[in-house]
Every structure is written in C-alpha cells, then in structure tokens.
C-alpha cells in the first residue's frame, strides 16, 4: 500500500476471468460471454464527469473553491461496427475524505438503453456493483471500471456510488453520481434488416487511492 495516502485500483483488459497483481494494485476481471462476430474499427471517447460538491475553478480573481468531494467520469468510450469485443467504455470514480471518515468505498453499476426503450436498465455482471474500500487514513480513493464487449445499438453510463464509513464502521455519507454517455452506433447489416445484438457487456475493474 502506497505510503503516500493515496489508493487507486485500475482496470486492465484481459481474456480471461480472475484477479491480476500488477504494478501493486489489484486488478479484477470478469469475462461474461457474449456474442459477436467478424473484424472492426474503434474510436475513443472525450472525458466527461460530473461532480458532486463544489469545484475547483478559478475565478477572475484569482481564487479557487475546494475540490468536489465525489466525481464520476467516463475517460473511454470505444466504438466499433464488428467485432463486438471491441465496444467498450471506461468509467471512473474519485472520492475524497471527508471529516470523521475512516475509510471509504465505492461501486460502479453499468445502465444500459436500447433504442425504443423509455428507460435506462441495469446490466448484471458479477464484476460490477460490487464495493471496492480504500485502505484506512487514505485521503483521496479512485477506482476504475471498464466494460467491453458492449451491444449496439446502445446507450450505457456508469452509475457511481460513494460510501464514507467511520471508525466504527458506520456510514456517515452517500453519494450518488451518473457519468456522461457512451454511445454506440448500430453496426451495418449485411442482411440490409437492421438486426443487431442486444446484449450487453464484459467488465474489468480496478481502484486505488490518493493523497
């Protein structure tokens, strides 16, 4: 555990289902099958968040407020026509402590929303909403979450949840933050039909924290 008071854990992309230790971080991954076929191009996503608290944003003159306390962004959205494995978005959450706090947690869910559908729904994977704790007297936590193998044509976002538990292991705070879209694109048909895979996505995740 880094001496500097900051935790992270990062995702890392990989074929196979299990836990990784690189770089002194824990790296999970679960590959939940699902179908798609043949070759491809991507395109990455612009970084988008939204914070909670206030921000940290000089004015004209000169001063700056005080860093959000909880941010939930989407750093990668990746699109593709075929194969499917290679849709994927990124999302990541930051929190930061607060007084009385002695650790803090956090978990990502992954919503989807086909065209047609009035609402978004939530995808279940076995690697996502799941709540990942920073180590105690850690200042600043961030955890990252990738999910591929997306469905399209879909819309997903990331839905952050932030926990600051006290000594006793009580929670004291909670959070709750939506990142920005990820959209993908309908892939051609080369049946001319439109069809397309609805089925949504394979997740890798990873946290940390800093000072």
């Given amino acids: ?31 939940a099958a699902l179908g798609g076929t043949a070759a491809a191009a991507s395109s990455p996503g612009v970084p988008q968040s939204v914070a909670s608290g206030a921000g940290a944003v000089d004015n004209e003159s000169g001063t700056s407020t005080p860093k959000p306390i909880a941010s939930a962004t989407l750093t990668q959205c990746a699109t593709a026509t075929m194969p499917q ?9 930051e929190m930061t402590a607060i007084p009385g706090s002695a650790r803090m947690q956090m978990r990502v869910d992954l919503e989807e929303r086909i065209p047609g559908e009035p609402q978004y729904r939530t995808v279940n994977d076995p690697a996502l909403g799941v709540w990942h704790g920073s180590a105690p007297g850690v200042k600043v936590f961030t ?16 839905v952050v949840r932030f926990r600051w538990v006290n000594a006793k292991g009580r929670t004291i705070k909670a959070e709750q933050l939506s990142t920005a879209r990820c959209e993908q694109p309908a892939p051609p048909s080369s049946t001319g039909t439109g069809t397309s895979s609805t089925t949504a996505g394979a997740a890798t995740g990873a946290a940390g924290a800093s000072s």
């Avoid at 500097?4 to 770089?23: N, Y």
């Avoid at 994927?88 to 959450?93: P, R, V």
């Avoid at 990738?146 to 990331?158: D, E, F, I, M």
Wanted: aromatic content about 6%; charged content about 10%.
């Fill in 1 to 31: 555990m880094p001496s500097s008071g900051r935790d992270a854990h990062t995702a890392c992309k990989r074929p196979v289902l299990g836990l990784v230790l690189a770089a002194g971080a824990w790296l999970a991954l679960s590959s």
């Fill in 85 to 93: 494995t290679e849709r994927s978005a990124t999302f990541a959450g």
């Fill in 143 to 158: 955890h990252i979450q990738q999910v591929t193998n997306l469905s399209a044509p879909a819309a997903y976002r990331g």
